[in-house]
């Protein structure tokens, strides 16, 4: 895997598992159907729940080794046809397992994380 080639960092044990995680994750956000969503789902729910958004947009975990986990990986999860169910399935996650703060200070938009909470809430009154 590619762990061998890692360079040496501060990150501690726990969050270079949770960061191979999302490396696991970085091609299979790109496939169409139930499981290209779910991955996208977890990629974005791993990275709010770890406060690993920026250290991806930002291109600070490539630069450490973890090559494909930039910002090209983290707009795929939103441009995939299904964004709004995607963003839905977040925001639903984050409310039942306490990383909303995460994702509302990700949409620092004016009214961004209202949209974002209407998808998960329109969705859940379709079941």
Not at 42 to 63: K, M, N, P, S, V
């Amino acid at each position: 895997m590619a762990s061998s080639h890692r360079l040496v960092t501060l990150r501690s044990h726990g969050q270079r598992q949770i960061i191979d995680r999302l490396y696991g994750l970085r091609r299979k956000i790109y496939l169409c159907g139930e499981q290209g969503f779910q991955s996208r789902v977890e990629f974005l729910c791993l990275a709010f729940q770890h406060g690993l958004g920026t250290d991806i947009r930002d291109y600070q975990l490539w630069d450490e080794g973890w090559e494909e986990l930039g910002e090209r990986q983290w707009d795929t999860c939103f441009e995939m046809g299904d964004a709004e169910q995607v963003i839905g399935e977040v925001v639903r996650r984050a409310r039942a397992q306490g990383f909303i703060d995460s994702v509302r200070e990700y949409c620092n938009m004016p009214g961004a994380f209202a949209r974002w909470e209407s998808y998960a809430d329109r969705q859940s009154v379709l079941f």
